[in-house]
């Protein structure tokens, strides 16, 4: 049993939890277990091919997984899986209708 | 109580070092150390030189000089109190090879040698920033490092605005500040630089307003523009590192793409919600933002702070670990966050640090990067694109 740490954008799909325990002896069968148990994460982890989306980074405890084995990464029993996209925001709100680079 | 021998009788059984000698060997694995007072020493020092007064030796030479074996050379104004310390360090402390340099700082001087002066610094410059100075760590050398620091905030928002509010306190020589906005009493629950008569004003107006109250010693520039691929080489050019509080992707992507052609090292945070994260990209040392995030994500997982919101506190601290980062680069002390993302969850009060190694396959600072040539270095991607691509892609 691991403990995948869910990121706020993500909270959304995991009923509001930041952690959630899966099963499983691999990065891939963790994240697959918590795309079954939470179905709505599955799109925003995975693209249509199986493979973990570029944008997202994952992490066995502190380690990324691209430099390990990727989703072949073993996981043991008490790991922590870190989920965790980029982020952008400075601070500054959100002005919708101008595109491109804002300084903020 | 034991009688204080005369320097005579202690000068006869200590080595000493005339400066000349003492020029030669400092440096080659000597430890130089500063029996005098923390005033002297603020006033002018020797290169390399750390301050451990008489009164503090006992307790403090072992952490200054954990090596017992190690040739230690010890000055001080004129000699005596560095020979006494030599003894002392010698029969009681176990110490095998100190010299004290005979007519200490002043003979150093007059033989025509360089000493660090307190240059450029003012008595009230040493009074502001005297709790600094008190460190060891940072000194009058590492204050002077401040205080000729240029430091460019991109964005003057909720990380740029604490950040900013530090750095000037902590005397950072200039400042710029990129930002187009206005203030908006929305900002005010975490834009701390701003302030409620200010709604409506330009960001980097108000911030230098702020800035020019606090602390007169600070030359801030203002950048009221969006960052582009057309002038963000001449903006970044005239300055030493860079603060990101951007709000968006095409900015952070242009923003390490810029810095790495240029090598300037930016430190890095973004907020959302109750969740922070920072690291800092020193170009070719460590790992860039490409290498750390290769492609931007989907609009669904990027939501914004004025859609999803933000704790004004969290983004004040996340904007005080940037000043932090930035102060041991510019003083270059201690162990910035080079190679490694630290996550704040506010809510847990949890940090985590995560591992970010240089991607071998990076576009940008990785061995196959393409080359830049000068004609080029200005001519970016058209960012936009980029990240809109990546969103639907």
Redo the contacts between chains.
């Keep these: 049993m691991a403990t995948v740490k869910i990121p706020p954008v993500l909270r959304a799909q995991t009923g509001g939890e930041a952690e959630v325990t899966a099963d499983g002896v691999d990065v891939g069968e963790v994240l697959r277990a918590l795309a079954d148990i939470h179905p709505g994460t599955s799109e925003q982890l995975f693209s249509q091919d199986g493979e973990l989306n570029r944008y997202v980074n994952v992490y066995l405890n502190d380690e990324d997984v691209r430099v390990l084995d990727g989703l072949d990464t073993a996981v043991a029993e008490g790991d922590t899986v870190v989920v965790l996209p980029a982020m952008a925001g400075g601070g500054s709100p959100w002005r919708p209708g101008r595109p491109g680079p804002v300084a903020a | 109580m034991a009688t204080i021998e005369p320097i005579e009788l202690i000068r006869s059984r200590i080595e000493e070092v005339d400066p000349a000698d003492a020029r030669e060997e400092i440096g080659d694995g000597v430890a130089l150390v500063d029996t005098r007072e923390q005033h002297e020493y603020d006033e002018a020092h020797l290169e390399g030189g750390t301050l451990v007064p008489p009164a503090e030796l006992a307790d403090r030479i072992a952490e200054v000089v954990p090596d017992r074996s190690q040739r230690v050379v010890l000055y001080c104004r004129s000699g005596d109190r560095s020979a006494r310390a030599a003894d002392l360090m010698e029969s009681e402390l176990g110490y095998e090879d100190v010299a004290s340099m005979a007519g200490g700082i002043v003979a150093w001087q007059d033989a025509g040698y360089p000493v660090v002066a307190a240059q450029g610094m003012t008595k009230d410059q040493r009074m502001r920033y005297s709790r600094h100075t008190l460190l060891p760590e940072v000194g009058v050398e590492g204050q002077l490092k401040l205080l000729n620091a240029k430091v460019l905030l991109?964005?003057?928002?909720?990380?740029?605005?604490p950040a900013a509010l530090y750095l000037a306190a902590a005397g950072i020589g200039t400042l710029g500040l990129?930002?187009?906005?206005e203030v908006?009493a929305?900002?005010l629950q975490?834009?701390v630089i701003h302030a409620t008569d200010r709604v409506g004003m330009p960001?980097t107006e108000s911030a230098k307003l702020t800035i020019e109250h606090l602390n007169p010693d600070v030359d801030v520039v203002e950048h009221r523009?969006?960052?582009?691929a057309d002038n963000i080489l001449d903006i970044i050019e005239g300055y030493d590192m860079i603060v990101?509080?951007?709000?968006?992707?095409?900015?952070?992507y242009?923003l390490n793409d810029a810095s790495v052609r240029t090598r300037k090292p930016v430190v890095s945070a973004?907020?959302?919600?109750?969740?922070g994260?920072i690291s800092t990209f020193v170009p070719y040392e460590g790992p860039c933002y490409r290498c750390?995030?290769?492609?931007?994500?989907?609009p669904?997982?990027?939501?914004?702070?004025?859609?999803?919101g933000?704790l004004g506190v969290m983004?004040g601290v996340m904007g005080l670990l940037q000043a932090n980062e930035v102060i041991k680069l510019a003083a270059g002390i201690g162990e910035p966050l080079i190679g490694r993302l630290l996550?704040y969850?506010s809510?847990?009060t949890r940090f985590?640090?995560?591992?970010?190694?240089r991607?071998p396959e990076c576009p940008i600072c990785g061995p196959d990067a393409p080359e830049i040539p000068e004609s080029e270095m200005g001519r970016f991607p058209d960012?936009?694109a980029f990240c809109?691509g990546?969103a639907v892609g």
């Design positions: 991109v964005g003057a928002g909720g990380l740029g605005s990129v930002d187009d906005d908006d929305s900002n975490r834009q960001k523009t969006r960052l582009d990101d509080g951007a709000d968006n992707f095409p900015t952070r242009l973004s907020i959302l919600a109750f969740d994260q750390l995030y290769p492609t931007p994500p989907p669904e997982l990027a939501p914004s702070c004025g859609a999803a933000v983004a996550l969850d809510l847990g985590t640090e995560l591992k970010v190694k991607d960012y936009d809109a990546a």
